[in-house]
């Protein structure tokens, strides 16, 4: 499976992006991730069978996961950043996980590059 993330950017504080994750596979579980500098890489949304999504309390209200499934592409909408958004972001897609899985690492066998996102205060 194939995956590739794109859509990732520098803006200010206050602002918004939006990613794009697209699988060359018909994967159930999708997710995003962040890994800042010196930190481990953390989940921070996860959807799963199109419609059952999750999210991390520090971007809970925040931050949209959503699929679009004509195009099967992975989407995560990113509002009200934060200076502690900057991160590498990275899209996971497995073809099966449980609920309690979808923020977990261990959960996804495949993998994107990642993509920068900065957010300036």
């Known amino acids: 499976v194939q995956v590739v993330e794109s859509g990732g950017g520098s803006v200010q504080a206050g602002g918004s992006l939006r990613l794009s994750c697209a699988t060359s596979g018909n994967t159930v579980c999708m997710g995003w991730f962040r890994q800042a500098p010196g930190k481990e890489r953390e989940g921070v949304a996860g959807?799963?069978?199109?419609?059952?999504?999750k999210y991390s309390e520090s971007v809970k209200g925040r931050f949209t996961i959503s699929k679009d499934v004509a195009n099967d592409t992975l989407l995560l909408q990113m509002n009200s950043l934060k200076p502690e958004d900057t991160a590498m972001y990275y899209c996971?897609?497995?073809?099966?996980?449980?609920?309690?899985?979808?923020?977990?690492?261990?959960?996804?066998?495949?993998w994107g590059q990642g993509i920068q996102v900065t957010v300036s205060s």
């Open positions: 996971a897609a497995s073809y099966g996980c449980s609920t309690s899985d979808l923020l977990r690492r261990n959960a996804y066998p495949y």
């Open positions: 959807i799963m069978s199109d419609t059952y999504t």
